[in-house]
């Protein structure tokens, strides 16, 4: 599966950007999907994932303002990040996970197979 994320930009505190992930190569629908960002000088972490039943799940820090979803008939993961905050400023990476159960989210970053190339998200105060 190749993975191609876009949508990142520069935005002020309390702004929107809606980020996407489009899928190539595999049957989308098969796989979790979810997002991850680094922070300068942080670790990766979790952000939200939605499972193959279009369940989801995010981290609490985003719970409220982020929302992921995803089109099976375009083979596109986004994220709609609302009322951002600086401390959202980070690098931005889909993930893919070929999933057997349905119903599966993975918040773990070990546990999914192939990853975009990320897109930067700047949120000025």
């Known amino acids: 599966v190749q993975l191609q994320a876009s949508g990142g930009g520069l935005v002020q505190a309390g702004g929107s950007l809606r980020l996407s992930c489009a899928a190539s190569?595999?049957?989308?629908?098969?796989?979790?999907m979810g997002w991850f960002r680094q922070a300068p000088g942080k670790e990766r972490e979790f952000v939200a994932v939605?499972?193959?039943?279009?369940?989801?799940y995010s981290t609490d820090s985003v719970k409220g303002r982020f929302t992921i979803s995803r089109d099976n008939a375009k083979s596109t993961v986004y994220l709609q990040m609302n009322s951002l905050k600086p401390e959202d400023t980070a690098v931005y990476y889909c993930a893919a996970r070929a999933a057997s159960s349905s119903a599966q989210p993975y918040t773990a970053s070990s546990a999914y197979e192939y990853w975009g190339q990320g897109t930067l998200v700047t949120v000025s105060s």
């Open positions: 939605i499972t193959r039943s279009a369940g989801t």
């Open positions: 190569g595999r049957t989308f629908s098969n796989y979790a």
